[in-house]
């Protein structure tokens, strides 16, 4: 008579409570399977049958978004002496709401022994939760004050699991789910119920939740009611320690050191379950932690007393400023940018780079070379900002400002010019690659695209097929760069950003990888402008082509003197001798959807292009 899982959320996650529960009272590990007799074993105490889960679930603000207020256990109607006197731990006998509600436990043990002891005849309704045991014939309605979002006659909103009748459930899922309240937390203003693909980590998820219910449980007067884990509630009390993230980290962790695996596989990954029960906005939600976003926090032992550290500072007040949400977004999580200095802090706080790398790898799926390409811009950008603030005020400024503030956050736009500026600079020095800014800031053409691939970019940039209908496509500028560059700019103020520069500038976006920051055609134009000037002006001296693409492209960029008129003159030139620059292939590339000229990003990507191409012909005639 063994207990499966049954796939179930608010089942299971009952089943792992009980599992929790008995290993605390008799003083031993979670078993791996439970038996029909350890669940009868786990409503039994000292005081009678259910009673000690009785007087828990009353005091549990869970219970009510479990169940709801209509529950026998807390229905005013018939239990007048706890609505009266608040003393929710108490089971006051002239109360007959609860003593109802362990009557009714009691008989659904005894169904649940009963029916395992006897073999399905074929006819019988079986339960609509788990699908393998006989419905219950103790209830005769099952709503939502037994079952979370049980449908009912009443009531047409629920949704488990028709909208016109009340679901058949079996008497194991029906007292499994009484023991959810102790067993779960908020997550996304939900109780959350957490599933793995991996059930021993589920379990000992679960179980921690567990014991931190059942330790404040413990010492919390009958009179009180105890919020529930992870809620602003318990925030305001001062009784939250540990955000759900730390407790997602610790159950990593304990996975990795107590059950001795030496990897996290592949196929683990983690569903949270979130729902409420509660009056008339009965809801649920899905949200699944996909294997590299777990893969970060058991990388993340490698940085354990780092990542506790930063977990700790976390508000239990702003749940979704943390580091779960933020995973579960797959968004920017703030708690590793510089940070303002806490009380009793020496100075401002900011994560490490190898914990910074990591999450912007495993989570956020940043590619290498772009936080490469982040560190080299920052690491240039603060040695010339820093040699030049020692005899300039205005760059001390600007260079203060920088620290200061994230420039894309930055009101003044003069920041984010200066900082482009630069990188121009530094692209016609040859100290930095078209391939590095793209990198860095990938175009808005593309940023809405889940799961983009090469070949669906192609597709984007493609030029248009005969008698198809023109869309424009002119690269659209991000900002989303300047945290990455912000985040590296501190760590070179700091000293603490160490990495190999040559071998940055060696490596390039690999074959057609472009398409997936830009729009190829950027590189194919910019060179063949530049191979078209330099071969018209260098027929005597190849020197003097270089010298004059400097003098009058280059410089006329630094000038304000390069418009879109240069650009319409030379895609018409090469319109006479190339494939590719047609009138319908200048609207692809130059205009946006509306059909409006828009060149801005293009100007500053072909310039930064011709830089690199400038220097490249300069080394080879050197």
Request: glycine fraction near 6%; charged fraction near 30%.
């Amino acid at each position: 008579m063994e207990i499966n899982l049954t796939g179930n959320p608010f089942v299971d996650t009952g089943i792992f409570t009980i599992k929790a529960h008995l290993a605390r009272e008799l003083g031993s590990e979670p078993k791996e399977v439970l038996q029909v007799e350890d669940v009868k074993k786990a409503f039994e105490s000292k005081d009678g049958f259910a009673k000690w889960l009785a007087r828990a679930n009353r005091q549990l603000k869970s219970f009510f978004m479990v169940v709801g207020t209509n529950s026998a256990l807390v229905n005013p109607s018939n239990n007048k002496a706890m609505n009266k006197s608040k003393n929710y731990g108490l089971l006051d006998e002239i109360d007959s709401g609860w003593q109802n509600y362990v009557a009714k436990l009691q008989e659904l043990s005894s169904e649940l022994i009963k029916n395992e002891e006897s073999e399905l005849s074929g006819n019988e309704i079986l339960c609509e939760s788990c699908g393998e045991r006989k419905a219950t014939q103790n209830l005769d309605s099952i709503g939502r004050d037994y079952f979370p979002l049980a449908g009912s006659i009443g009531n047409d909103a629920q949704a488990l699991p028709a909208a016109s009748r009340a679901p058949k459930i079996c008497p194991l899922c029906l007292l499994a789910v009484h023991w959810l309240p102790l067993g779960t937390g908020v997550f996304n203003r939900g109780l959350a119920c957490f599933q793995f693909t991996e059930p021993i980590l589920t379990q000992d998820l679960t179980q921690s939740i567990y014991e931190r219910n059942r330790s404040q449980l413990d010492t919390t007067p009958v009179n009180e009611k105890l919020s529930i884990s992870f809620s602003s509630d318990e925030a305001k009390s001062g009784k939250s320690k540990k955000s759900l993230g730390q407790l997602l980290f610790e159950t990593i962790n304990q996975f990795n050191y107590q059950r001795k695996r030496n990897n996290l596989p592949e196929t683990v990954t983690l569903n949270i379950w979130t729902f409420s029960n509660a009056g008339q906005s009965a809801d649920s939600d899905f949200f699944e932690i996909p294997n590299p976003s777990l893969q970060f926090f058991w990388d993340g032992l490698k940085h354990k007393t780092e990542l506790e550290k930063i977990l700790q500072r976390e508000d239990p007040k702003k749940p979704a400023t943390h580091l779960l949400s933020a995973i579960e977004q797959q968004r920017e999580y703030l708690g590793f940018y510089p940070q303002k200095a806490k009380k009793g802090e020496a100075k401002s706080q900011i994560a490490t780079v190898g914990l910074f790398d990591l999450y912007q790898t495993k989570v956020l799926k940043r590619t290498q070379f772009t936080l490469d390409s982040a560190k080299l811009f920052a690491k240039l950008a603060h040695e010339k900002l820093q040699s030049e603030a020692e005899n300039d005020k205005n760059r001390k400024k600007f260079y203060e400002q920088i620290l200061k503030e994230n420039p894309r956050l930055v009101k003044d736009p003069k920041i984010r010019v200066g900082l482009r500026k630069m990188l121009i600079e530094f692209a016609e020095e040859g100290k930095i690659k078209l391939d590095n800014y793209v990198a860095l800031f990938p175009v808005a053409n593309l940023q809405s695209i889940e799961n983009l691939t090469i070949e669906r970019a192609l597709e984007i940039w493609k030029p248009y097929e005969p008698n198809e209908t023109p869309k424009g496509e002119a690269i659209r500028r991000t900002n989303k760069g300047w945290d990455l560059f912000w985040f590296y700019f501190h760590h070179a103020e700091n000293g603490t950003l160490n990495f190999d520069e040559e071998k940055i500038l060696e490596s390039n976006l690999s074959g057609e990888e472009i398409v997936m920051f830009t729009n190829p055609k950027v590189k194919e134009f910019a060179k063949d402008v530049f191979e078209w000037k330099f071969a018209e002006h260098s027929k005597v001296d190849k020197q003097k082509g270089l010298e004059w693409i400097k003098k009058v492209i280059i410089n006329g960029f630094s000038r304000g003197k390069m418009t879109v008129a240069d650009l319409r003159k030379w895609f018409g030139g090469l319109s006479e001798f190339k494939e590719g620059y047609s009138n319908e292939d200048w609207d692809t590339f130059c205009r946006d959807e509306w059909g409006n000229l828009a060149v801005g990003e293009l100007l500053f990507q072909f310039r930064l292009e011709l830089g690199n191409l400038y220097r490249e012909k300069s080394n080879e005639l050197s």
